[in-house]
């Protein structure tokens, strides 16, 4: 594992790499009509959180896709602590060839991670990998409502321009061919405990580190949860739960 990469100093060894709970993890699955499923891949897993609830929950072997080794390093490790180390097996892909390398997923999950290429793009570029009448659930940053002071827009529109309201990632989802059947916004104490209170602290501490590069990273996330302070509920952290046509 790289102990200099900015990444790695940043977040490695954080129990949660954005917002999310393992009890919302468990509600989600409850939410979904079924149970049983052949393939199920997590992507943009991070360091697993949510993969090893989704190991624990369901009898199938989960696919962990990240395209950061580390974080698949951690994943491993933390699996092996469970007992879970046959039920979780780990991908170093980019997400964007997803469909290159899985076939008839009944069940793709992603928390915080379908950003990365932007959430009507993934749809879109995950659309062949899904089986017909599979499964997606997606966590998505998303506009709550018009209320934003100029400050949070601002920052939003530099740090993601592709944000949309839930309106907009629902039609969006229809648009790349899958049906929604249900929403579900996180509460702020998915934010506050377990990740920006640690965050925190450690982003404080990296200030005046060596790395220019971790210095200013460290800077971007102390910016971030002061931006969430500011905004109240104008943005949240939503699930999407869809079904492929
Ligand atoms: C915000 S984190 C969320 C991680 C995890 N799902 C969680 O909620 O704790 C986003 C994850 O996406 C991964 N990622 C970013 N770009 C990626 C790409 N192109 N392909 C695969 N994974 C990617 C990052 O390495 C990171 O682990």
Same mark, same amino acid.
């Given at each position: 594992?790289?102990d200099?990469?900015?990444?790695n100093?940043m977040?490695?060894g954080?129990?949660?790499l954005?917002?999310?709970d393992?009890?919302?993890?468990?509600?989600?699955l409850?939410?979904?009509?079924?149970?049983?499923?052949r393939?199920?891949?997590?992507v943009?897993?991070?360091?697993?959180?949510?993969?090893?609830?989704?190991?624990?929950?369901l009898?199938?072997?989960?696919?962990?896709?990240?395209?950061?080794a580390p974080?698949?390093?951690?994943?491993?490790q933390k699996?092996?602590v469970?007992?879970?180390?046959?039920?979780?097996?780990?991908?170093?892909?980019?997400?964007a060839v997803?469909?290159?390398?899985?076939r008839?997923?009944? *069940? +793709?999950w992603?928390?915080? /991670? &379908?950003y990365n290429?932007?959430?009507?793009?993934? $749809?879109?570029?995950?659309?062949?990998?899904?089986a017909?009448?599979g499964?997606?659930?997606?966590?998505e940053?998303s506009w709550?409502?018009?209320?934003a002071h100029?400050?949070?827009?601002?920052?939003?529109?530099?740090?993601?321009?592709?944000?949309?309201?839930?309106?907009?990632?629902c039609?969006a989802?229809?648009?790349?061919g899958y049906?929604?059947?249900?929403?579900?916004?996180?509460?702020?104490?998915?934010?506050?405990?377990?990740?920006?209170?640690i965050?925190?602290?450690?982003a404080?501490? *990296? +200030?005046?580190?060596?790395d /220019? &590069?971790?210095?200013?990273?460290?800077?971007e996330? $102390?910016e971030?949860?002061?931006?969430?302070?500011?905004?109240?509920d104008?943005?949240?952290?939503?699930?999407?739960?869809?079904q492929?046509?």
């Amino acid at each position: 594992m790289s102990d200099c990469d900015p990444i790695n100093v940043m977040y490695g060894g954080l129990e949660k790499l954005g917002p999310g709970d393992d009890y919302i993890t468990r509600l989600m699955l409850q939410k979904l009509p079924r149970r049983q499923f052949r393939l199920v891949v997590d992507v943009g897993c991070g360091s697993g959180r949510q993969t090893l609830v989704l190991a624990r929950e369901l009898d199938v072997v989960v696919h962990a896709v990240d395209n950061f080794a580390p974080f698949l390093e951690e994943l491993n490790q933390k699996a092996r602590v469970a007992g879970l180390s046959d039920r979780v097996q780990t991908h170093c892909l980019d997400m964007a060839v997803l469909g290159e390398n899985f076939r008839e997923i009944d *069940l +793709l999950w992603g928390e915080g /991670s &379908a950003y990365n290429l932007g959430f009507a793009a993934a $749809l879109q570029s995950w659309f062949p990998a899904v089986a017909p009448g599979g499964y997606v659930v997606l966590s998505e940053l998303s506009w709550l409502d018009d209320e934003a002071h100029d400050t949070v827009r601002e920052f939003w529109a530099s740090a993601y321009p592709g944000m949309g309201t839930i309106e907009e990632n629902c039609q969006a989802a229809v648009t790349a061919g899958y049906r929604l059947f249900d929403t579900y916004t996180l509460p702020r104490t998915s934010w506050e405990n377990g990740y920006y209170d640690i965050l925190r602290p450690r982003a404080e501490a *990296l +200030l005046d580190h060596a790395d /220019s &590069a971790v210095r200013a990273l460290a800077r971007e996330n $102390l910016e971030e949860i002061d931006i969430f302070q500011l905004a109240g509920d104008s943005y949240g952290y939503v699930f999407y739960l869809l079904q492929r046509n």
